[in-house]
């Protein structure tokens, strides 16, 4: 998913990769492939929006489809959230950091963000972490 | 446009029933409804109705009865019931049929719905992420709504505390045309 969804930049942020409509301007996200592509401009977005809404994830989520750690002894809950760039376009992410330290309306930085699978391995994603704020 | 009446319903019991399938559960729940609508299944004239994971909803008809009925199989996520007896509504209304029976039934796994992303239309890394799950959907919805209009989380624990008791999921329903202005009565 790494440079189609998002491309890491210094110190752990990242940008994300979104699809800006050549006609209409529209943005989309992800940026549409195959038959649709080609109607679509690849940008990046600013490096960070507002956090439009959240949740913690608490229920383990099965896999399939979930590819993290779902053990009833080891699961870690997460957050998510919906982070606005301005008015062209919601994205929904991770959210890495302590949810309890999270408002709506906060500003957030695009980053990268790994979390373990069973097998040891760890997946990379994008993620969202409060504007010059700690992250775990 | 026909005026619209339920005239009958019928549910059966939500709760983990070992031994029955999803299909008997809207079995019942479909002869409940005829039963107390008064009108034998005989002279029910379509049928609209779906599950998830039970199965194809039209497989009540032959439980009830071969009467050469179509049943149109819903398809639309949580609001299939919904969906279902809309479109009982828009068929009578149109004048189309004199009556007809919405009807919906399930049976889940314990945990969190697994749907594979790809079947709609999102990503792999979508769900390998861990987004896609319906509840964390409903409680960003929520989350946002709570902020906009100041909604407080006791009161939010009180509408699910009602959702919860098992008495509001009774089966109600009035005497009276359903719609107005060309919607259902959300009430109904």
């Given at each position: 998913m790494k440079d189609d969804i998002f491309i890491s930049a210094e110190r752990g942020k990242a940008r994300i990769v979104a699809g800006k409509h050549r006609q209409t301007g529209q943005v989309v996200f992800p940026r549409p492939q195959g038959a649709e592509e080609d109607d679509f401009q690849r940008i990046e977005l600013p490096p960070s929006g507002t956090l439009w809404t959240y949740?913690?994830?608490?229920?383990?989520?099965?896999?399939?489809?979930?590819?993290g750690v779902n053990s009833p002894e080891d699961y870690q809950p997460y957050a998510v959230g919906y982070i606005q760039f301005g008015d062209q376009v919601m994205i929904e992410g991770r959210i890495a950091?302590?949810?309890?330290?999270?408002?709506?309306?906060m500003r957030m930085d695009s980053v990268t963000l790994s979390f373990p699978t069973p097998d040891g391995a760890e997946m990379t994603t994008y993620a969202f972490a409060p504007a010059n704020g700690r992250r775990s | 446009m026909n005026d619209v009446y339920v005239i009958g319903a019928g549910i059966h019991p939500f709760g983990r029933h070992e031994g029955k399938t999803g299909l008997d559960l809207g079995v019942d729940a479909t002869k409940l409804a005829?039963?107390?609508?008064?009108?034998?299944?005989?002279?029910?004239?379509?049928?609209?109705?779906?599950?998830s994971a039970s199965g194809n909803a039209d497989a009540v008809l032959p439980r009830m009865g071969l009467t050469g009925i179509q049943f149109i199989n819903v398809a639309n996520g949580c609001a299939t019931g919904g969906s279902s007896v809309l479109s009982a509504y828009w068929a009578i209304?149109?004048?189309?049929f004199e009556t007809a029976l919405a009807v919906g039934f399930d049976k889940h796994p314990r945990g969190s719905f697994n749907p594979d992303p790809v079947r709609y239309g999102l990503?792999?890394?979508y769900g390998e992420t861990g987004m896609m799950l319906t509840t964390q959907f409903f409680a960003m919805k929520?989350?946002?709504?709570?902020?906009?209009?100041?909604i407080s989380?006791?009161?939010?624990?009180?509408?699910?505390?009602?959702?919860?008791?098992?008495r509001s999921v009774d089966a109600i329903y009035v005497l009276q045309p359903i719609g107005g202005r060309g919607r259902p009565d959300p009430g109904v």
């Open positions: 949740t913690v994830q608490r229920i383990p989520p099965k896999n399939p489809p979930f590819a950091g302590d949810p309890d330290s999270l408002e709506i309306g | 005829v039963e107390d609508s008064g009108i034998a299944w005989e002279d029910v004239e379509a049928a609209f109705g779906g599950s209304k149109a004048g189309e990503p792999q890394w929520i989350q946002r709504y709570m902020h906009d209009y100041g989380t006791k009161s939010l624990a009180k509408v699910a505390a009602k959702a919860y008791d098992q």
